[in-house]
């Protein structure tokens, strides 16, 4: 039998269980895999989510003593009132403050799909999908498996963030410099719109650990001028 207070899967099948799993949440300090997908969402959630992930939310920060090392939102709808950057926004905060996550999964995540984002809003950047990615990129040096399918990232700033991150490796002569995403091992953008060849470029320049790379259904030549 797993010891629960070494090792929780917590897995949402109720979409308005929210108040529910942060008490659940609050409970399990030792918890490292949290499973949530097709539930709803709030910003408020997310946010307590990395609070308490980053041990900022606890009286004893010792108690969290292996951090979150699998976090899976996929296809989390996000509640009416929230606006879909905010809660990005929200996400990439609480993202940066998982410092250990192995396994990121936020495949077809409400507020980073394409439909909430009219055509317009897509001109004046950034783009809510990509303050996400760019955390993401950026701050989670210890991830491996990563899946945005069907979400609205765009190439420009998987581009970007992956050139930042190798200049900063080589302004130092060890390479020690570096953060970010060097063991990255596994990624999944299919049907992410936005994306073309730069990315797979970018993915494979800034990426060296990287032997699984779906980008099927990418770059609709349309959205992709928009990026």
Same mark, same amino acid.
């Given at each position: 039998?797993?010891?629960?207070?070494?090792?929780?899967?917590?897995?949402?099948?109720?979409?308005?269980?929210?108040?529910?799993?942060?008490?659940?949440?609050?409970?399990?300090?030792?918890?490292?895999?949290?499973?949530?997908?097709?539930?709803?969402?709030?910003? %408020?959630? *997310?946010? +307590? $989510?990395?609070?308490?992930?980053?041990?900022?939310?606890?009286? =004893?920060? @010792?108690?969290?003593?292996? &951090?979150?090392?699998?976090?899976?939102?996929?296809?989390?709808?996000?509640?009416?009132?929230?606006?879909?950057?905010?809660?990005?926004?929200?996400?990439?905060?609480?993202?940066?403050?998982?410092?250990?996550?192995?396994?990121?999964?936020?495949?077809?995540?409400?507020?980073?799909?394409?439909?909430?984002?009219?055509?317009?809003?897509?001109?004046?950047?950034?783009?809510?999908?990509? %303050?996400? *990615?760019? +955390? $993401?990129?950026?701050?989670?040096?210890?991830?491996?498996?990563? =899946?945005? @399918?069907?979400?609205?990232? &765009?190439?420009?700033?998987?581009?970007?963030?992956?050139?930042?991150?190798?200049?900063?490796?080589?302004?130092?002569?060890?390479?020690?410099?570096?953060?970010?995403?060097?063991?990255?091992?596994?990624?999944?953008?299919?049907?992410?719109?936005?994306?073309?060849?730069?990315?797979?470029?970018?993915?494979?320049?800034?990426?060296?650990?990287?032997?699984?790379?779906?980008?099927?259904?990418?770059?609709?030549e349309e959205r992709a001028q928009v990026s």
């Amino acid at each position: 039998m797993v010891d629960a207070a070494a090792y929780f899967t917590c897995v949402c099948v109720c979409a308005r269980a929210q108040e529910a799993l942060l008490k659940l949440v609050d409970g399990c300090p030792r918890m490292t895999d949290f499973r949530a997908a097709y539930a709803t969402v709030s910003v %408020v959630f *997310i946010s +307590a $989510v990395g609070d308490h992930w980053s041990g900022a939310s606890r009286i =004893d920060s @010792s108690d969290v003593t292996e &951090g979150l090392t699998r976090l899976d939102l996929s296809f989390c709808k996000t509640a009416d009132t929230d606006d879909a950057a905010v809660m990005c926004e929200t996400l990439a905060h609480t993202l940066a403050q998982c410092s250990v996550l192995r396994t990121l999964a936020l495949a077809g995540f409400a507020a980073m799909r394409p439909d909430t984002v009219s055509l317009d809003d897509t001109l004046m950047p950034p783009h809510p999908a990509d %303050v996400v *990615i760019e +955390a $993401v990129l950026a701050g989670c040096p210890c991830l491996v498996e990563l =899946d945005c @399918s069907e979400t609205d990232i &765009g190439a420009g700033a998987v581009a970007s963030t992956l050139f930042q991150l190798e200049n900063s490796g080589r302004s130092s002569s060890s390479g020690e410099g570096r953060s970010g995403c060097l063991g990255l091992a596994r990624v999944n953008f299919s049907g992410c719109r936005r994306l073309g060849g730069e990315t797979f470029v970018a993915l494979l320049r800034g990426c060296p650990n990287l032997i699984d790379l779906n980008l099927g259904y990418c770059c609709d030549e349309e959205r992709a001028q928009v990026s």
